[in-house]
């Protein structure tokens, strides 16, 4: 070795704290004498195959400060997923910029990128170290608690719902809250954490861990709408029936919108909007409005939790310290040590790449529309401090006289 | 006079700041030494026909003050707009209870029940103070500089767009954000306030006071695209045709999903997504998104402007002071008075009632696209204090080696 040169890039969707591992990495490369520059390819892979890069090492640190606390990819981002020759023209770049380290700060995909340029540098006798760094408002990677970006997604959808449901009661309805994640419910199942008096909402809770059935839906539904005069409920996007088939589909076919073929779901209200259009139809209820949070879950600006802040910076810079003491390349995690602190490995590539985590049992109810005490336990430090509360009028009815 | 009772309601949508009023009301009447009981109706003016009225005397400061902090309506709102007919209801329960103040927190409609019950009162003779309290996200009372809820409202719009912006620019394409108004352009302006670098979004604002075309949309859309390799894009969900139409209900036709002859297009995620389709199909772009901002953006809990939050107080303690000096019925209002600084007026109802203010020219761009700098300096005060902020990484190219 001898270049010191390091290598950071961001990939897939970003999040409110994408930015604290960057900077995590940028500033905590310069304090090793042997790191020369640090160059941050632009929109993921992508900018590495085009030789996009900035040189972070000529920025300030108060700029650096400021670009941390700020959401989204500063550096920019891709959904492109490197095949192996995608990777080999990765490595091309790295080997002629020569690039010693290489940090990627993304999810499954990114990590799996990782791992095969890390194989193709040691194929090639290059001394590359290659580290992924963790990543996702979805919360589905292995051998990770949690993982930096969910944290903060997840207070916006907590907060979103503790508003829902205030509204809901002051304009008794239905309410539908559609919620992102395809495959992990994790997502979804924070919106439980706005609930603060016994029958607030969300009363219901649909997770992609479970088979979604139209009738138990109605039939649930109109039950909390008889019990509380109300309904609020959390959908995640990725609900689908027990061959796999995504709900939002079905349903388009049932009410015959898909006529043109190319009616897309994902994405769009359409779920939201069909639900909606369900409860009104077979429960005849009135007043049902539907939201599909959408991009603001992840990019609102903001609302962030400062243990996500923390610990996105943490994993940044441990990525380093792996780096440069470890002997070996992998992938950073977070392991929960005390309630509530946690610590960082660096599990080995194969562990994580292309692997999907789902809600684990004990976090949903028995019931399969609710989670449970062991789920809010663990997600409430997560949320950070300074979440907002909500308080009710208490009761002091004044005798009628009219209607007495 | 003599029963000192005096009677507070909401009505209307919830905003963020609607409970400041309620509490406003509350704890200023109590220092009046001829007021002895403060009631609350339950869900607007439908609790008062139904006599379902809380005793706020009961409560405590304490819990007046963490209410006062709690978004939507703590007594419970309603959408009932009462006629004649139903005034008389009302007026009937305020006699028996021998209400001598009302006090009604909301919008248009709800300035207009107050004076009807104020003119039936002195038709009656019987000695009734009616004052009605304004409310509103959308900005469209006349006589009024703003309205309580409007800058909270607008704060989080301003700061989904900064975000949905930041969010854009990581993975390029075009963003449509659809914010409420149906008839007022306010709201979805503040959309401009999210904005910070010259290239920043949104570059695109669609306002219901200028009519819509979507070949000229699409004509902006495909020249700001080609300008920055993206596209963030601001509608509100009150944009028609020349003819008044709703172009949500206009493409709607044009894409035949209107079989059924009842596609609900207010309330869902029908529009975003149609403009997207649009711009899909026509412009050839891949990666179009659309989001419908719905419930969240009066709703969201933790999302609040403190000069919202103080003003929302104030009208409600000035319209105590108004009743009990004032010696006449009307609503209040908001003066600005400096840059920053309000004052309060009581207008006559009939001045207010029933009348909608939308978006003066001064503050539309003449492109009919963009808000003006009298817009921004009339709005950013109202946002409050502590807007987050975004930063990027400065440029600092290095020199490529492989496509030198």
């Known amino acids: 070795m001898g270049s010191g040169k390091i290598l950071v890039a961001q990939g897939g969707g970003p999040t409110a704290v994408i930015n604290q591992s960057l900077v995590g990495v940028a500033l905590e490369a310069r304090r090793f004498r042997e790191v020369t520059r640090v160059y941050g390819a632009q929109f993921g892979v992508r900018g590495i195959v085009n ?3 900035l040189d972070l090492t000529q920025e300030t640190s108060n700029n650096l400060e400021l670009v941390a606390a700020t959401p989204a990819s500063a550096l920019g981002s891709t959904r492109d997923k490197p095949d192996l020759k995608y990777c080999e023209e990765i490595f091309k770049v790295l080997r002629a910029h020569e690039i010693e380290h290489f940090f990627y700060i993304g999810g499954n995909d990114s990590s799996d990128t990782v791992r095969i340029v890390s194989e193709q540098a040691r194929a090639a006798g290059y001394p590359l170290r290659a580290i992924h760094i963790p990543k996702t408002i979805d919360n589905d990677l292995v051998g990770n608690d949690h993982t930096p970006g969910f944290p903060s997604a997840a207070r916006f959808v907590a907060q979103a719902f503790a508003g829902a449901n205030l509204d ?237």
Not at 249 to 254: W, Y
Not at 307 to 325: I, L, N, P, T
Not at 350 to 356: E, I
Not at 377 to 391: E, I
């Open 51 to 53: 030789e996009d890069f």
């Open 168 to 404: 809901n009661a002051s304009l008794p309805g239905v309410y539908v809250g559609v919620v992102m994640g395809r495959h992990a419910g994790f997502l979804t199942a924070a919106s439980a954490l706005g609930k603060k008096f016994p029958d607030d909402g969300p009363h219901l809770i649909y997770l992609p861990e479970r088979v979604f059935s139209l009738d138990s839906f109605l039939a649930d539904v109109k039950a909390m709408y008889e019990q509380h005069g109300r309904c609020v409920i959390a959908v995640s996007e990725g609900i689908h029936d027990a061959s796999g088939e995504p709900i939002a589909t079905l349903l388009a076919k049932e009410v015959e919108r898909d006529a043109h073929g190319n009616v897309q779901l994902s994405g769009t209200g359409a779920l939201a909007d069909l639900l909606c259009d369900e409860i009104r139809a077979k429960l005849g209820i009135k007043r049902v409005r539907g939201d599909t949070f959408g991009y603001l879950q992840r990019s609102f600006i903001g609302c962030v939790s400062d243990v996500d802040q923390r610990e996105a910076r943490e994993v940044g810079e441990k990525a380093v310290q792996f780096a440069m003491w470890g002997g070996r390349d992998g992938s950073v995690a977070i392991r929960r040590t005390g309630f509530y602190s946690v610590d960082y490995d660096l599990l080995p590539l194969a562990a994580v790449a292309g692997k999907t985590r789902t809600m684990e049992d004990e976090f949903i109810a028995a019931s399969g529309t609710d989670i449970t005490d062991a789920f809010r336990l663990y997600l409430r430090p997560l949320l950070g401090s300074g979440m907002p509360d909500a308080f009710r009028l208490r009761p002091a009815p004044v005798p009628k006289i009219l209607k007495r």
